[in-house]
């Protein structure tokens, strides 16, 4: 089976948010109720003047073991064997909410206006024609890069401080952690 | 099996839009992705959200723009785009957008009146815009007339002209201070900087990262990458301080403080590159006067006014003289240029370049290397223009080294308190109210204005003063050729096309201006043989004479060239030396510093506003143009108030709260974010937000405008300040905050 992950490297992010425009606009995710299958999130860290803040991207990490698909009491999310990408079907989905519940990264996310669950697809229909996810073609820096999982599963660290811990979900995702070069 | 079809569908996003009038034409827009490969059909054009004009490759499924991505083959940006560009598809789709000329029906104008818009035809709007102008000037005269425009697209420079009518832009809040200094300093304005070869970099408040051009940030990511030493002086922590080395926040106003005691190091040190300065500078005729100025300016000094421990200030000059190359990058979003002391600070840091001696060197300030494409004004030359009304309404001829630019900052008091009731009619080309400061100051003064034509995309705020408005096309619908300027080490050219075609009744630059001119000023329209000049036309001549193809038809195909060309650093300058200029005698010719003083910003801290107010650029947005965008609106967010939590303690204010910020010149209110990002005598708030128009559904009556609380400013203060253009406006300004719940 072909799988895929991310390699997100923090230290390159500057916050410019392309990675959800190009999310938003590849995959017309309505806007304006919050649903946002792929983010930006800060973390502030330390007191003024020794502060630091790291962001990363995040959407769904396409989980070998996902929980969302565990907890589905309506079978609505599988994971796909082209690509390994977790889908939901949206005709099943009921909107119980149990898979956002139980995503540590907070993948899932209910439309309140449809009462369904939608989540990042890996943009499994650029996938098929031999292109990347919207977001990682539009990432200007780097810090979302996106590849076939053998090539990047060996690569940075398994998680980063805040980062749900990766041993029983076996999440598509590594973070690079090297420091720029002096 | 799931299909693209069940997800979109079951997002609600076809079901939310549905209702919209648009449904029709962009039915297509939410069907499923077909399954033939992919891309269907894939156009290359350049983006203008920001003047970079980054290439871009559209692909476009039956007439509907699909996705927006970075052209790749395009050294410029590097096959990337920001957020704003790959959004832009949302600007064009606009339910809001202008589709038909309009007329106002109710003759009172404001915030509070209904203008009550009936829809026009072309032919009568484009009429009734000849016949009012023709009426204001014969009754009022020239002086009545003026344009609140840029000069760009030419066609309406030429219009302008023509119709002697004065023009304003807002460069005084941009980088006209920059173009001035850099023009008697170092021959040339440029915004190219070669940091990818530069082994260190000192930027001086300029979040470069996140708030500036991506084709910008890209040099400094590669500097990174190159393992460049990067110092950063801001009162804020940016993703360019995470990108820094070491960020020292520095007192706002206060880096030119630092600026100042770098230099003074440098000369004290001899730590200058002497080969260059020798050369190519005019150090050595004004070298004594040079020294014993900077004498003064020692970093314990720099510590008083800057906070910056002159320790740290001694090291970082040492490092920056020793160091090649050096640079220290300037843009119109550094902080300092955004104060008033702009001036001595834009000219401070050219000194720092030039003592480097980085100037059009690798590693350094470069000039582009740029292919000229032949201006409108070459191919067919104009006849003469009528000569323009001597005073201004914005007074800018008392600034002698103002050049062309008008000044937004002086317009409100120049129409209200100088020549009240002066001007009859306005020609306003998409600006947008908010970009002014005291935006409500200009809103009185457009009462009184006569008849007033707009020319924009969106319902701005600016409808409710026009009495016509004419909907423009946006740029993935138009036509142009693009020499680049940023990051050009070489010279490239870019297309820009139409990705789909203009909807509704949208019309170009080139059809406003020329139709206006045939009614108006038919002369100045015309070719030699007497046949009106039109905008194909001129794009095939301009193709043609830059020798980028046979016409503008052939050379959108390939839509993009870059020309091989070694780089020759240059070794003459563009003043009137022909050398870099430390001193500048033009300056001193004019009665302003020959070289750069220490002088405070405008306005400081004092007991009843205690704090500097700042204001950023989110990344997310273009000043006040994209909030509309519900894709930037969700990910930009609303405006807020950043306050550091110990001050917001002091007053009250819990995180998430409402809070009151004032300024002498206003007030807005805001959600208040708390962060240890920020000093503590600093109040951070975005702009761009704010609009009041109820016809903008996303950002309309959203957030408050920062400029509503920055104070605008009359032509005799900039001068008696000795500053070169009103750049104090932008955000020089101290407020004072309270809960507001």
Excluded at chain 1, 145 to 150: P, Q, T, V
Excluded at chain 2, 153 to 163: C, E
Excluded at chain 2, 268 to 293: A, C, M, P
Excluded at chain 2, 429 to 456: G, Q
Aim: proline share 7%; hydrophobic share 40%; charged share 25%.
């Amino acid at each position: 089976m072909n799988s895929y992950g991310w390699l997100i490297d923090p230290k390159r992010c500057i916050e410019c948010s392309a990675c959800e425009a190009a999310c938003k606009q590849w995959n017309q995710v309505e806007t304006g109720v919050n649903v946002r299958w792929r983010r930006v999130l800060r973390q502030e860290a330390g007191a003024f003047p020794n502060v630091s803040v790291t962001a990363v991207s995040m959407a769904c990490n396409h989980c070998e073991n996902a929980f969302c698909q565990k907890v589905c009491p309506v079978k609505a999310i599988w994971r796909r064997d082209e690509d390994g990408a977790v889908l939901i079907d949206q005709s099943r989905c009921v909107g119980c909410g149990q898979c956002y519940v139980f995503c540590p990264y907070g993948a899932p996310q209910l439309n309140p206006a449809t009462r369904k669950t939608s989540k990042c697809t890996m943009c499994f229909d650029r996938i098929e024609q031999g292109l990347e996810p919207a977001c990682a073609t539009a990432c200007p820096t780097g810090a979302l890069r996106w590849g076939k999982w053998e090539e990047i599963r060996g690569k940075g660290a398994d998680r980063i401080p805040g980062f749900a811990h990766p041993r029983q979900m076996q999440p598509h995702v590594r973070f690079v952690t090297e420091p720029w070069r002096s | 099996m799931i299909t693209r079809r069940t997800i979109l569908r079951n997002t609600g996003t076809a079901a939310a839009l549905a209702a919209a009038p648009w449904e029709e034409l962009f039915a297509s827009y939410f069907e499923e992705a077909k399954t033939v490969p992919y891309p269907p059909e894939s156009i290359v054009t350049s983006c203008a959200i920001c003047d970079s004009a980054c290439g871009m490759r559209a692909t476009v499924k039956d007439g509907v723009i699909r996705f927006l991505q970075g052209l790749p083959e395009d050294p410029h940006n590097e096959g990337r785009l920001c957020a704003k560009g790959t959004a832009s598809a949302w600007i064009k789709n606009d339910p809001d957008r202008l589709k038909f000329p309009m007329m106002r029906t109710n003759p009172k104008k404001g915030f509070e009146e209904d203008p009550r818009w009936v829809r026009i035809s072309w032919t009568e709007a484009l009429d009734t815009i000849a016949a009012r102008f023709r009426e204001i000037r014969d009754k009022y005269g020239q002086e009545a007339l003026l344009a609140v425009s840029r000069s760009s697209p030419a066609w309406f420079a030429r219009l302008y002209s023509a119709l002697g009518m004065e023009r304003v832009d807002h460069n005084d809040m941009c980088y006209g201070v920059d173009i001035v200094v850099s023009q008697r300093t170092i021959g040339a304005h440029s915004f190219a900087w070669d940091l990818e070869n530069a082994k260190y970099i000192v930027l001086f408040g300029w979040d470069m990262m996140a708030r500036a051009k991506l084709v910008l940030a890209n040099r400094l990511l590669h500097a990174k990458e190159n393992g460049a030493r990067v110092v950063n002086f801001n009162p804020v922590y940016t993703p360019t301080a995470k990108f820094s080395d070491e960020w020292h926040p520095v007192r706002p106003g206060g880096d030119l403080a630092v600026a100042l005691a770098m230099i003074h190091v440098l000369l004290k040190e001899n730590l200058y590159d002497k080969d260059f300065v020798d050369k190519y500078t005019n150090f050595g005729q004004y070298e004594n006067e040079i020294r014993s100025h900077f004498e003064k300016y020692t970093p314990e000094w720099a510590e008083k006014e800057s906070d910056v421990p002159a320790g740290v200030i001694w090291r970082v000059a040492r490092e920056f003289g020793a160091t090649r190359p050096a640079v220290a990058p300037l843009h119109k979003k550094t902080l300092a240029a955004n104060y008033e002391n702009a001036a001595p600070m834009c000219h401070a840091i050219a000194i720092l370049n030039i003592l480097a001696g980085n100037i059009d060197r690798p590693g350094g300030h470069y000039f582009p290397r740029t292919i000229s494409i032949p201006s409108l004004d070459s191919i067919w030359p104009p006849p003469a223009y009528p000569k323009l009304p001597a005073k201004r309404v914005d007074g800018r001829e008392k600034l002698p080294l103002a050049g062309s630019y008008g000044m937004f900052s002086t317009l409100a008091d120049g129409m209200t308190r100088v020549y009240p009731g002066r001007v009859k009619f306005i020609f306003w080309n998409n600006y947008h109210l908010n970009s002014f400061p005291e935006p409500r100051r200009l809103a009185e003064a457009l009462k009184t204005v006569e008849f007033m034509v707009l020319v924009d995309i969106l319902p701005m705020d600016a409808m409710y003063f026009a009495d016509i408005v004419l909907p423009s096309t946006m740029f993935l619908e138009g036509s142009d050729l693009i020499a680049r300027t940023y990051n050009a080490k070489s010279p490239f050219v870019v297309v820009r096309q139409p990705v789909t075609p203009a909807p509704f009744e949208t019309k170009s630059a080139s059809y406003i201006a020329i139709e206006l001119g045939k009614r108006l000023a038919p002369e100045y329209f015309k070719k030699p043989d007497g046949s009106w000049i039109s905008g194909s036309e001129l794009l095939d001549e301009q193709t043609k004479r830059a020798g980028l193809g046979e016409n503008f038809a052939e050379f959108r195909k390939k839509g993009f060239f870059a020309k091989e060309q070694a780089f020759t650093p240059r070794t003459t300058f563009a003043t009137a030396t022909g050398k870099c200029q430390i001193y500048v005698p033009e300056f001193a010719a004019k009665n302003y510093d020959p070289l750069p003083n220490w002088r405070p910003k405008r306005d400081l801290p004092s007991a009843e506003f205690p704090y500097y107010l700042i204001t950023v650029l989110p990344g997310e947005h273009k000043r006040n143009s994209t909030q509309n965008n519900p894709i930037l609106n969700e990910i930009g967010g609303a405006s807020y108030v950043q306050i550091h939590p110990s001050t917001a303690q002091k007053h009250g204010i819990r995180n998430g709260g409402l809070v009151r910020v004032r300024s002498r010149a206003g007030e807005a209110v805001g959600v208040a974010r708390l962060t240890e990002t920020v000093r503590p005598d600093v109040v951070v708030v975005p702009h761009g937000f704010g609009h009041k128009s109820p016809w903008l559904s996303v950002a309309g009556g959203k957030g408050f405008s920062d400029n509503d609380l920055i104070p605008a400013q009359s032509i005799d203060e900039v001068y008696q300040r000795g500053d070169w253009l009103g750049s104090g406006c932008i955000m020089d300004c101290v407020v004072a905050i309270e809960p507001a719940e």
